[in-house]
């Protein structure tokens, strides 16, 4: 079983609608959470962390639920440019390493 | 600042011959990393350096090397390519201080391997 398992879609959503994508992680020992942003054809880059009390940058918001072991990942007001490929991502303080998850790719429709 | 250069941008390389593709970062990161992506399996992690002058195995390690000797680059060499290693690499450098465990990526080498 992955580590970071995502349903990788594609979510296709119309302009202005929200979309939101949920990830679980198998290790329960994990830390720290992220999404990245990963557009066709070009290198992974942060989005946002995700904190346990949860986070807001702008029209994203992610949400850490630990008990049931998910991270989720909300996006209002859907603009074109948001079309991508959404990673989560855990950390192990242990090791330094990130998971990733294989992605959710949003499509956003005009 | 340049941040993470990769070189080259793609190749194709036939199958049994060896390349090293190259990673260079001006940002001063203790940590790097050596991943590739392919379609349907997500980034894995191939092998990666804590430091200069030391490596560590990820995920998927067979078929690469790799070497730190100094901070700045992170050479991974393929000593006799095959088809399977067909991927996109993406070096990445991070770690402890740079802020919640951010990691930073080059924008990648795609490798065909024939």
């Known amino acids: 079983r992955k580590e970071v398992e995502q349903d990788p879609g594609p979510f296709n959503v119309p302009e202005g609608a929200t979309v939101a994508f949920n990830c679980t992680y198998s290790?329960?020992?994990?830390?720290?959470f992220f999404w990245y942003r990963q557009d066709c054809r070009k290198e992974p880059k942060l989005l946002m962390s995700v904190y346990s009390s949860g986070n807001e940058d702008g029209r994203f918001t992610a949400q850490l639920n630990r008990a049931s072991q998910y991270i989720s990942l909300l996006i209002r007001d859907s603009k074109l440019s948001d079309s991508a490929t959404y990673l989560c991502?855990?950390?192990?303080?242990?090791?330094?390493?990130?998971?990733f998850g294989k992605g959710n790719q949003v499509v956003v429709i005009p | 600042t340049a941040g993470i250069t990769q070189a080259p941008t793609s190749q194709i390389l036939a199958a049994g011959r060896s390349m090293t593709l190259r990673c260079t970062q001006d940002?001063?990161?203790?940590?790097m990393y050596w991943y590739r992506q392919d379609l349907g399996l997500g980034l894995r992690l191939i092998h990666y350096s804590n430091t200069a002058g030391t490596t560590g195995k990820g995920e998927v390690p067979d078929g690469y090397s790799v070497s730190r000797a100094n901070t700045d680059d992170f050479p991974l060499t393929l000593a006799s390519a095959v088809p399977s290693q067909t991927s996109v690499y993406f070096c990445?450098?991070?770690?402890?201080?740079?802020?919640?465990?951010?990691?930073?990526f080059g924008p990648g080498t795609r490798l065909t391997v024939l």
């Open positions: 290790n329960s020992a994990s830390q720290s």
């Open positions: 991502v855990a950390i192990y303080y242990g090791n330094n390493r990130l998971a």
């Open positions: 990445a450098t991070g770690g402890p201080g740079t802020g919640d465990h951010e990691q930073f």
């Open positions: 940002m001063r990161h203790n940590a």
